[in-house]
Antibody
């Protein structure tokens, strides 16, 4: 059964860069059927998609976040990562990684729904 | 950006009753061949769990009391007979565009 596990610091200082990793187990990240995504959820609030990556390196990003976010993949570690620059208090959230399943029309396949999800990691921003 | 509006914000019902949750998109999220909408359930302190994709296809191991319907801009998640563990948060998500967005959520609470 595929599982995802986030890892990284639980506390970062304002203006610092956050680095999180998501390790995939029970399956290979080198699949042509999936992208791999990051989603965040501020405490008590809703879900916000950040971006997604294919094992070959193709990425989709939320336009409003793109200037501060980099998602990368390391197939040798079966892992993908998130880097988020210039963290502020507003970026405090639970950060989830998830498999971003492709859906296909007659002409193309694009990312669709998220399943499964990692358990999430809480990131606090404070000096 | 496609905005998803879920209603009601909070739904108060009793176990055994039927729940109807709505998700309305600011523009169509359907193509000729499919509806690009998913539903998730989130319990406190846990990650979201996929319930429905393609507007009406149940995910693996999801009980058949959960069903989805709709097309275009209007979608519904129905829970036919509420169990105590169903009283949690529900989110819809669209993938009709490559800017993937979620609704703000509906909280299902015990009346």
């Amino acid at each position: 059964q595929l599982q995802l596990q986030e890892s990284g610091p639980g506390l970062v200082k304002p203006s610092e860069t956050l680095s999180l990793a998501c390790t995939v187990s029970g399956g290979s990240i080198r699949s042509t059927s999936y992208y791999w995504g990051w989603i965040r959820q501020p405490p008590g609030k809703g879900l916000e998609w950040i971006g997604s990556i294919f094992y070959g390196g193709n990425t989709y990003y939320s336009p409003s976040l793109k200037s501060r976010v980099t998602i990368s993949v390391d197939t040798s570690k079966n892992q993908f990562s998130l880097r988020w620059s210039s963290m502020t208090a507003a970026d405090a959230a639970v950060y989830y990684c998830a498999r971003h399943n492709l859906h296909c029309s007659t002409t193309s396949c694009t990312p669709g729904w998220f399943d499964p999800w990692g358990q999430g990691t809480l990131v606090t921003v404070s000096s | 950006e496609i905005v998803l509006t879920q209603s009601p914000g909070t739904l108060s019902l009793s176990p055994g009753e039927r729940a109807t949750l709505s998700c309305r998109a600011s523009q169509s999220v359907s193509s000729i061949s499919s509806n690009h909408l998913a539903w998730y359930q989130q319990k406190p302190g846990q990650a979201p769990r996929l319930l429905i994709y393609g507007a009406s296809s149940r995910a693996t191991d999801i009980p058949d009391r959960f069903s989805g319907s709709g097309s275009g801009t209007d979608f519904t998640l129905t829970i036919s007979r509420l169990e105590p563990e169903d009283f949690v948060m529900y989110y819809c998500q669209q993938y009709g565009s490559s800017l993937y967005t979620f609704g703000q959520g509906t909280k299902l609470e015990i009346k």
